[in-house]
Structure formats: C-alpha cells, structure tokens
C-alpha cells in the first residue's frame, strides 16, 4: 500500500517551453501532496504544498507563476514548470501519505533537463 | 537541516557489519522523524520512522535511536548488505506543519565487498 507514482519519469525540452509532471496517489486519497526539487549530490528542497481543491503554498523563494500546481482531485497533482530555462534542469519529486497519518511517501521522480 | 552543497558526507563499511549513520535535526518542536533511502536515480524510499515519545524503535535490520536533549537521531543497519548502498536522510516533522518535512543533509553509504 501507499504507492505514489509520477510521470513521465524523465524529460528532455527547449528552453522557453511549458513541462507538465503528474503526480499520482495510487492506493489512497491524498488532500495534500508535496513537490521537492533535488539537485545532483543535495538533498531534497520543498518547493510547495499542494492542496486539493484550492491553492498551493509555496515555500520562500519559489516562483508560484513559474511552477504552477494544480491538485484537482484527491489522486492527483500536477506540477507544470513554465517557461522552462537550463537552471531548471533537476530532479523533481512528490510525496503525499494517506489520511491520518504522518507518513510521507515518495514518488519515483522526474529528471527534468532543459537545453 | 540544510544541504551540505555539493559533498555529502560518506560512510564505507565491509559486507557483514553493521553501519551507523547520524543525523542531527534542527528544531526541538519536531515531533516525527523518517528515515529514508535513496538509491541513485529513484525517490526516497521510507525506511522507518519514530516519534518524539520514544528514543528507540527497531524494525528488520534497522534501528532507529533518538536523544532529544541534543537533537540527534541515527539509524543503525544490521549486516549490512551490497543492497544498502545508497544515500540515506533523516526527515523532521514539526507537530502542526501540515506533515511537511524537513530533510537533513544525507550520508551516502557504500558496502565494500
């Protein structure tokens, strides 16, 4: 139980283009889901709280117009990183746990590389 | 915690024993604590976790120690194995945060042969 999958698990775009990554809570219902950025050698970084049914929080420092985060329903988030430039190139991971529990699972990530 | 940058701090111990891998954690409000594994290229996989109520909890291999008087937490694995090898980092919750965590910097284990 408490399978988190994303997708695509890697991409490759041009710089200026829009990049969508899903985040899917397989076995439960998440209201909250997490997104992380990791950079090669570093640990994970949190970027913002997705919240089902209305807006994200965004942690100090993140763009909110540059990565927009939709949480439509309680199996899925969505990260759209915009206009995306090279030094968006990371790894992007999410995390949710099922209700009443503390426990956070992680996703398998997405390697985002921006040329 | 906060990312070391660019060297993660590394551990190297021989096929069979046992490894120890440290972690201090930032905030004395913190309540939960997770450790997690992180093999190159995948999310971080939840190993164990444990409450600020308890300073010891064991599950298969692993131990997870806590001493909250100067805010460490380590994680213990039993005859460690070539599958070990992997980034390892301790996570702090912060009762009333919306489960958001706090990831430490990491350790990177490696089991010689």
């Known amino acids: 139980g408490a399978v988190v999958s994303q997708h695509p698990s890697w991409v490759i775009c041009k710089s200026g283009t829009s990049v969508k990554i899903e985040c899917r809570s397989l076995?439960?219902?998440?209201?909250?889901m997490f997104w992380y950025r990791q950079f090669p050698k570093q640990s994970l970084m949190l970027m913002a709280t997705?919240?089902?049914?209305?807006?994200?929080?965004?942690e100090q420092g993140v763009e909110k117009d540059k990565f927009l985060i939709n949480h439509a329903s309680l199996t899925l988030s969505t990260l759209t990183v915009t206009s995306a430039h090279p030094e968006d190139s990371s790894f992007y991971i999410c995390?949710?746990?099922?209700?009443?529990?503390?426990?956070?699972?992680f996703g398998p990530g997405t390697r985002l590389t921006v040329l | 915690g906060e990312s070391v940058g660019l060297h993660l701090p590394t551990l190297s111990v021989q096929e069979g024993d046992n490894s120890i891998i440290n972690c201090a954690y930032s905030?004395?409000?913190?309540?939960?604590f997770i450790w997690y594994k992180q093999e190159s290229g995948k999310g971080p996989q939840f190993i164990i976790d444990?409450?600020?109520?308890?300073d010891k909890r064991q599950g298969q291999r692993v131990t997870v120690l806590l001493n909250k008087t100067v805010k460490h937490l380590s994680l213990q694995i039993a005859a460690t194995q070539p599958g070990d090898s992997a980034v390892y980092f301790c996570?702090?919750?912060?009762?009333?945060?919306?489960?958001?965590?706090?990831f430490g910097s990491g350790t990177q284990l490696t089991v010689l042969p």
């Open positions: 995390s949710a746990g099922p209700g009443g529990t503390d426990t956070q699972y």
């Open positions: 905030n004395s409000a913190s309540d939960y």
């Open positions: 076995d439960f219902q998440a209201t909250t």
């Open positions: 444990i409450r600020s109520n308890m």
């Open positions: 996570a702090e919750n912060i009762a009333g945060s919306a489960r958001q965590l706090t």
């Open positions: 997705s919240n089902e049914g209305s807006k994200a929080t965004y």
